[in-house]
Every structure is written in C-alpha cells, then in structure tokens.
C-alpha cells in the first residue's frame, strides 16, 4: 500500500531498447498522465501482460508458501505459548515490524522505483543507489536500537501486562537486532528491483517462514521460554540479509568495479521519493502490529493475542496481493518511467484480475467460517470470530482494488500515498482508543476496518487521477460478481446445514471444487483456461 508525488529534478533514464551498457539519458521528470491516444501497440501491451502475469505467477506460487508456513508458525506460537505468551511475541514482533519499516525510511520502496529506470553491471550506475540507501538507514537504526534498548525498562510496562516479567528482554532483544532488519528489508528491496523474481521469493517467501517455525520449536523443545522463541524468530533475519548481500554482487557489478560513490543528483532524486514513502511504509506494514499495540495497551495481553491470531488469518489472503506485488513493481516502475502508461495500466487490470479471482471466495470462507479457523487455535481465541468477520469484509475493498496502491507508487506519486495512508491511520487509531476499551478485540477490528476502506478507496482515487487511464472496467466488475457471488451461495448453503464451524467450512470448500468441476465442463470456460496458460508460457523464439 503507497503511494508517491514526482518532482521536478532530473533523473538517470535508460531507452527500452538499450542494453545493460547502454548510456543514461537525463531527462526531466514529468507527470505521468498519458496525452491522448499515447501508448503502445496491442502486441507491445499483449507482451507486457504475458511477462507480468508469467512473473506474477511466480510470485503468486511463493506467497501461497509463504502463508501456508506463516500459518504454521502461528500455531505454533498460540499452542506453544497461549494467549498470554502469545500476545507477549506478537507484541514484540509488532514492536519490530514497526521500528523496523520506519528506520527504513521509505528505502525499501525507493529503490524499486528506482532501479529499474537505471543501468545495471560493472559500467552502470545502478550500484550507486546502495550507500545512498544503506548508510543513512543502518546509522538510524543503530541510533534507535542503541536508545530502544537503553529505554527497555521503561516501555515495557507500557506494553507488556506484567511488570518484571520478559517484557523488558524482550524489547531489548528486539532493539538489539534492528540494524540487521533494516539490511535484510533493504537489501531484499534491491534483489527484487534487479534479479528476478525467484530470487526475493526464495529468500523472503521460502527460507524465512520455513527457518522460523522450525528454530521456535527448537527452542520450545527445549523448554525455553518466549524470549529466547522470540529469538528464534529473529535469527533468520540476519542469514537473510548476507544472502541477499550475495545475491546483489553479480547484477550490480559489485565485483567488477563498479562505482559505488553516489553523486548530489542521486542523493535528492532518491530521498525525494523515498521520504514521503516512509511514513506510509510504516503505517502499511504496521496495520496489524499497530491494533495490536493498542490492543494490548488498552484491553490487556490476551486480547492482543487473540488479535494477533485473527490478523494473521486475515493478512493470509493479502499473500497474494503481496506475491503479485512483489512480481510486477519493478515492471510497472520500467514501463511508467518509459512513457508507456497504457501499458502499465493493462498489466494492473490484469494482476487486479487475478486478486479478486483468488482473493475474494477465500475472504468470504473467513468470514462466514470464522469460528471454524479459530477453533484450530484453540476454544479460548473463539471470542475473535465477529472481529474475523468483520476484517474480512474490509479486506474484500482492500483486494478488491488491487494493486491500486503499487500503481501508486510506481508512478511516483508516494506524496498522494502518503496522504491516503494518514487518513487511514488517524481513523484507525481515533476509532481505536474509542472502542477498543469497551469492545475488545471488535472495537480494534471496527477501527482497523474503517482505516482500512479509507486508505484504499482515497489511494484508488489517486492512482486514477495519477495515470489518466480508468481502472475500474466491465470484466474486473464480473469477475467480482463471479467470484463473489457463487462463493457467497455456496458458503451460506453449508453453513446452513452444517454450521460455521469446521464441518460447514469442509462442506463450503468441497462445494467450491465440485462447482469449478463443473464449469470446467463448459467449452467457453476452458478456452478462458487455456489462454490464461497460454500467457504463462515463454514466448518461444523467433
């Protein structure tokens, strides 16, 4: 979710057709609204949309593993821990996510947006970008975490309900490791904008989620307690960033010289971007961890526990949002940079396309079935179905839209983000020291709700005005309708028979595959199927 207002200063432009040591050709930025009848040929966009959805596929496949290992280690953490010591971890790896995102300030993003527009390898100016990333994010977080941990004392009782307990360890654990999350966040950023898709989901989506659920049953088998789990979830961090620190030697020259050595262009154009972007990033990445600080604060540690349980469910589906996110930036970046909006416009219908098909009949399962995915928690976290319910209304807007947010800031526009993402946050956090200390966790779920429909609708808005292009069209409303629709059906005849526990949703889901089964069977569904394949293949040569 972003979002980004481009400037006036010059910025390095590669031609689509040079090669990687091809020269760079200032230019100034301008407004990237389309002048009329601009854009490419319909073979030109047909390609652009084959080479999005094949990356996106990709991307989608990683965030199905990515969530499926992310649901692991949730259960893992509430069986092992409880609601009690439960909150306590989610607590503190809200603290984490939070501190993290805003001592990135906005670089993460920035260099998806702005490697792609630049030349790669040992004569390319791609690796300047680094220490302009690198040095200011890592000199902050080491100042944070240096005062974080210092303070840990006096925070803790803040968010923690037990005074001397493990809160204070664990939030200097937390501050301890910040440095090596913002290298992992930052580092991760550049192997997406320059190696392709493979790479960021092998690292973020594969080893990640794979290493954390195995080294926190390590640690509970050994009878440890939260600190040392919470441990275990922050040491792949570090492998993590010296993987991606490898991964960057090759496509940026590292080894073969490189320049390194950032010029004053470099400095303004980057953190032009990037500033506005950091405090939308962190209030992005920060949704979740945020209701559950406030939470925590306002309703007490097993109320933040079970939120946490619920928005994990809950953020499962934005995997693949995420997963498609992750595929397509760097492309979109290339193409609006290049003048070729129409373009990138296709490829977001398309990928948009995809998110509800896939999103939408599991948002509606997780609503209807709330009390069914939680039971698998336990009987004490059943007190988040309604909020589940809830959340997962918001989320049908949030998918909905698509990747509206992305679009956004790809454009440049992170400024009109930024403006979006502070509504939200203002409505969530006002509705949420209103409604939290009389309802709980649905007074934090009507909260993040409406901050969540706000950003979304307002972001939607922008990027409209941003591209100059509609992105609202007939099929993307059938499709809506389609997968909606028949997944609402099929969800209410199964709760009615056999309730919205588990048995109801085993019953939803069969229905669903019998359904898909069935339109399989009409010839104008499988043409649909086969020229969705058919986008997925490599264009053959020649």
Same mark, same amino acid.
């Given at each position: ?22 020269p ?27 080479s999005?959805?094949?990356?996106g ?17 949730t ?12 909150? !306590?971890i ?6 984490v ?14 260099l ?13 100016d /791609? ?7 690198l ?29 001397g ?6 939030l ?20 997406? /904008?320059?190696?392709? &898709? ?13 290493a ?6 390590a640690v509970? !088998?050994?009878?440890a307690?939260v ?24 496509p940026?020259? #590292? ?7 950032p010029?004053?262009r470099?400095?303004?154009?980057f953190?032009?971007?990037a500033?506005?972007r /950091?405090? +939308?990033?962190t209030?992005? !990445?920060?949704s979740?961890?945020?209701?559950? #600080? ?13 939120l946490?349980?619920?928005g ?20 979109? +970046?290339? #193409? ?17 396309m995809?998110?509800?098909?896939l999103?939408? $009949? ?10 069914? *995915?939680l039971?698998? *928690? ?6 988040? !179905? ?24 790809? +454009? ?13 946050l ?10 939290? $200390? ?12 409406v901050?969540i &429909?706000?950003?979304?609708?307002? /972001? ?12 609202l069209?007939?099929p ?45 069977l ?7 199927v ?6 997925l ?6």
């Amino acid at each position: 979710m972003g979002a980004g207002r481009p400037g006036t200063e010059t910025v390095p432009s590669v031609d689509a057709a040079a090669g990687p040591a091809g020269p760079a050709v200032p230019r100034p930025r301008r407004p990237v609204e389309p002048v009329a009848g601009s854009g490419p040929t319909d073979g030109t966009g047909r390609h652009e949309v084959r080479s999005g959805t094949r990356s996106g596929m990709v991307g989608l496949a990683g965030a199905a593993v990515n969530g499926l290992l992310g649901f692991v280690l949730t259960v893992v953490i509430v069986r092992g821990f409880g609601p009690a010591g439960s909150g !306590a971890i989610f607590t503190a790896i809200g603290v984490v996510t939070i501190v993290g995102v805003l001592c990135c300030v906005g670089a993460d993003t920035a260099l998806v947006w702005a490697l792609p527009r630049r030349r790669t390898g040992a004569r390319g100016d /791609a690796a300047r970008l680094l220490p302009v990333a690198l040095v200011p994010t890592l000199l902050g977080a080491t100042l944070v975490g240096a005062v974080g941990v210092a303070l840990a004392g006096t925070l803790a009782p803040v968010l923690f309900d037990q005074p001397g307990g493990d809160g204070p360890a664990l939030l200097r654990l937390a501050f301890a490791t910040l440095p090596a999350t913002v290298a992992m966040t930052v580092l991760l950023a550049a192997v997406r /904008a320059v190696r392709p &898709v493979t790479g960021v989901v092998a690292v973020q989506y594969v080893f990640v989620p794979l290493a954390r659920p195995l080294l926190v049953l390590a640690v509970m !088998a050994t009878g440890a307690g939260v600190v040392l789990a919470f441990g275990g979830w922050l040491l792949p961090v570090a492998l993590a960033a010296l993987i991606c620190a490898a991964m960057l030697v090759r496509p940026l020259g #590292l080894a073969a010289g490189a320049r390194l050595r950032p010029e004053r262009r470099d400095w303004r154009t980057f953190w032009g971007f990037a500033l506005p972007r /950091a405090v +939308s990033a962190t209030i992005d !990445a920060s949704s979740l961890w945020l209701s559950v #600080l406030l939470t925590s604060a306002l309703a007490g540690q097993a109320a933040a526990g079970v939120l946490g349980a619920v928005g994990r469910y809950v953020l499962a589906g934005l995997l693949v949002m995420q997963g498609l996110r992750v595929a397509t930036a760097p492309q979109l +970046s290339r #193409l609006l940079g290049g003048g070729r909006t129409r373009d990138a416009v296709l490829v977001y219908r398309r990928v948009t396309m995809m998110i509800i098909v896939l999103s939408w $009949p599991g948002y509606l399962l997780l609503g209807v079935f709330a009390p069914g *995915f939680l039971s698998l *928690f336990g009987a004490e976290f059943g007190a988040g !179905a309604t909020a589940m319910a809830v959340l997962a209304g918001a989320m049908l807007v949030n998918s909905g839209v698509g990747i509206v947010q992305t679009l956004l800031l790809m +454009s440049g526009n992170s400024g009109r983000h930024l403006m979006a993402a502070l509504t939200g946050l203002v409505l969530n956090v006002g509705l949420a020291v209103v409604l939290v $200390p009389r309802h709980g966790v649905l007074g934090a779920a009507v909260a993040w709700t409406v901050g969540i &429909v706000a950003e979304n609708l307002l /972001a939607a808005r922008a990027a409209r005005l941003a591209v100059g292009e509609p992105l609202l069209t007939r099929p993307l409303l059938v499709a809506g309708a389609l997968a909606g629709g028949s997944t609402a059906v099929l969800a209410v005849i199964a709760a009615t028979v056999a309730g919205r526990g588990v048995a109801g949703l085993a019953l939803a889901v069969a229905l669903l595959l019998v359904g898909g089964a069935l339109l399989l069977l009409d010839g104008r569904v499988r043409r649909v199927v086969r020229a969705a394949l058919a986008a997925l293949r490599p264009k053959p040569a020649g």
